[in-house]
C-alpha cells in the first residue's frame, strides 16, 4: 500500500493586517518529512509512505493568496506525480484563513481529493484550536484533533491519525467524520486541559473511541481571533460510513458537554491588568514571576510590537525585569550598528498594532547581539528586540540573548498560558489582560463575519443539536 504524506499548516489571525507571506514558512520535503512521527509509523507499518511538502509558520495575519497558490500547488504536483495511491496523511492545523480564498484546509483538501479521487482514503491531524469548516470534514474520512492544551500531544496526534488511516486501509473501509458545532468560541487560555471544566471532558473523549463502529472523537475549542464563519467550537466524531447515525449522537453527546460548561470554564492562573500583574509581581517574595502579556501573544497571530509592558515597568520603578520581545526591525538595526555596549535613545514598538499600541521611546545600552535580535537594558529591563516574530517559550530561548531567567525577578513573555518548559521554572504565574489582537476579552474585538448568536459575544440564547435530517 502507498500513502501521500505532507500539508501546509498556519493559525491564522484576521485581526493582525499582516498577511503572512512565503518567507514566514519552514517547508519540509524528501527525507525530512519521512522523519515525521507519522510517516514512521506508517513505514514501520510496511507503507511506502511518499512525501510531498509540508509548510508550517508561526501565527499570524490571514496567509497572502499568492503564497498559499504555491504551496498548494507544491503538494499536489508532488501527489499527483507518485501516481496511485491509497491514502494520504495530512498534518494541517484548522485555522489556516486564505486572502481571498478562506479556508485554506477546505480548499486544500478539496485539490487533494481532486488528485487521488473518491477511492483513497484521507485523513488529517489537527490542532485543537481550529476552525472547521463543513466541505473540509466532507472532503475527508478521517479528522482527528489534540487533546491537551498546552499542546502535549501533537506527535500522539500525528500517530494518531495515520493509524487511523492505516486501519481504514486494512479493513478496506471509508470512515465518514460527522462534525456538531456548539455556538461557543472560547480564548484557549480559558479551556486548559490541565483543569476542570475542561480536564474530565477531555478525559471522556477516549470512553468514545473504539466501541460500535466509532473510531475517534474530538472536540475543538475553535481559534477565537479569527472572524470568520467557521469560528466555533467543533465536536468531530470518525465512524465507519455504516455507523454515521451513531457518530452523529456522540457528536451530540460531546457537543452538549461544552455547551452545559460554556460558562464555567476558567483562568488556570490569577489574572489582571497591566498594571496589576506588575504590582503582583514586585510584591511577590518569588523570583522568577512570569506575567504573560496575553493581549500580543505570538502563539496566537498577535503583532508582538506593543511596548506598553516596558513603558509600565518604567512607570512603576521596576528594578529587575525582562521583556521578551518586542519585533522592530528598525530597532534592531539601530542597535546592531551602535554594537554591544553602545549607548543611544531609540523608539521601539507600536509600528504593526498601531490600534493597541504606540511607540516608545527608551534610552539605554546594547547588551547582546544576537541573529535575530538584541537584548537591550533601559534600567533595570531588558528587552529583547527582534527582527523577526519569535516567540519565547523555553528558558534555552531566553539565554541566546544572554539573559538567564531563574535569576530576574520579572519575567514578561507575549504568550497567553505558558508552555511547559517555562512553566516548570516559573514560581509564580500570572497573566495581563492586556490590549491586542489577541484580547482575551473578545467582546472589544470587533467581529462582523462569525455566525451569530455565538457565545460569549451573545449570552441570552439557548442551543440544542439539530436532529440528523
Request: with cysteine; hydrophobic share 40%.
Amino acid at each position: 500500500m502507498r500513502v501521500a504524506i505532507g500539508g501546509i499548516s498556519h493559525e491564522s489571525n484576521t485581526f493582525n493586517p499582516v498577511h503572512t507571506t512565503m518567507d514566514s514558512f519552514n517547508i519540509f520535503d524528501g527525507r525530512e518529512l519521512l522523519k515525521d512521527e507519522a510517516a514512521r509509523f506508517l513505514m514501520d507499518a510496511g507503507i511506502e509512505v511518499t512525501p510531498t511538502i509540508y509548510a508550517s509558520a508561526l501565527p499570524s495575519g490571514v496567509v497572502e493568496k499568492e503564497t498559499y497558490i504555491r504551496l498548494k500547488e507544491g503538494l499536489l504536483s508532488r501527489v499527483e506525480g507518485v501516481g496511485k495511491v491509497d491514502g494520504v496523511c495530512l498534518i494541517l492545523h484548522g485555522a489556516l484563513e486564505v486572502q481571498g480564498v478562506g479556508s485554506g484546509e477546505s480548499d486544500l483538501v478539496k485539490g487533494v481529493r481532486d488528485v487521488v479521487g473518491e477511492d483513497a482514503n484521507i485523513s488529517a491531524s489537527l490542532d485543537l484550536h481550529g476552525n472547521i469548516a463543513p466541505e473540509f470534514v466532507r472532503a475527508t474520512n478521517i479528522l482527528t484533533a489534540y487533546r491537551t492544551a498546552p499542546h502535549r500531544d501533537v506527535a500522539e496526534t500525528k500517530v494518531r491519525a495515520a493509524s487511523l488511516l492505516l486501519g481504514s486501509l486494512k479493513r478496506r473501509t471509508k470512515p465518514v467524520s460527522v462534525m456538531v458545532n456548539p455556538p461557543v468560541l472560547l480564548p484557549g487560555e480559558l479551556v486548559v486541559t490541565d483543569i476542570e471544566p475542561a480536564s474530565s471532558l477531555y478525559r471522556d473523549l477516549e470512553k468514545i473511541d473504539g466501541p460500535l463502529g466509532i473510531l475517534n472523537a474530538s472536540m475543538l475549542v475553535g481559534m477565537a481571533w479569527a472572524d470568520t464563519p467557521n469560528s466555533c467550537a467543533s465536536a468531530i466524531v470518525v465512524a465507519e460510513e455504516d455507523h454515521a447515525e451513531k457518530a452523529y449522537e456522540s457528536a451530540c453527546e460531546i457537543a452538549e458537554a461544552y455547551w452545559n460548561r460554556r460558562e464555567k470554564f476558567r483562568y488556570e492562573v490569577e489574572v489582571g491588568s497591566i498594571d496589576e500583574t506588575i504590582k503582583m509581581a514586585k510584591e511577590s517574595l518569588k523570583k522568577p514571576v512570569f506575567i504573560s502579556d496575553s493581549g500580543d501573544n505570538v502563539t496566537a497571530g498577535a503583532a508582538g510590537d506593543i511596548p506598553l509592558f516596558v513603558e509600565q515597568l518604567l512607570a512603576m520603578g521596576v528594578t529587575d525585569a525582562v521583556v521578551a520581545g518586542i519585533l522592530d526591525p528598525e530597532a534592531v538595526e539601530l542597535c546592531k550598528a551602535a554594537g554591544v555596549g553602545a549607548r543611544l535613545r531609540i523608539e521601539i514598538g507600536g509600528k504593526i498594532d498601531k490600534i493597541n499600541a504606540y511607540p516608545i521611546e527608551v534610552d539605554g545600552r546594547v547588551m547582546n547581539i544576537s541573529k535575530d535580535g538584541v537584548a537591550f537594558r533601559t534600567g533595570g529591563i531588558d528587552i529583547i528586540l527582534m527582527s523577526r516574530p519569535r516567540a519565547f517559550i523555553s528558558p534555552d530561548s531566553l539565554r541566546t540573548y544572554g539573559i538567564e531567567p531563574l535569576t530576574r525577578k520579572i519575567v514578561v513573555v507575549k504568550l497567553g498560558y505558558l508552555f511547559p518548559e517555562l512553566k516548570k521554572i516559573a514560581a509564580l504565574e500570572l497573566m495581563a489582560l492586556s490590549p491586542g489582537y489577541t484580547n482575551l476579552m473578545i467582546d472589544r474585538l470587533s467581529y462582523r463575519r462569525v455566525r451569530r448568536p455565538l457565545f460569549p459575544l451573545d449570552k441570552e440564547f439557548l442551543w440544542k443539536p439539530l436532529s440528523r435530517g
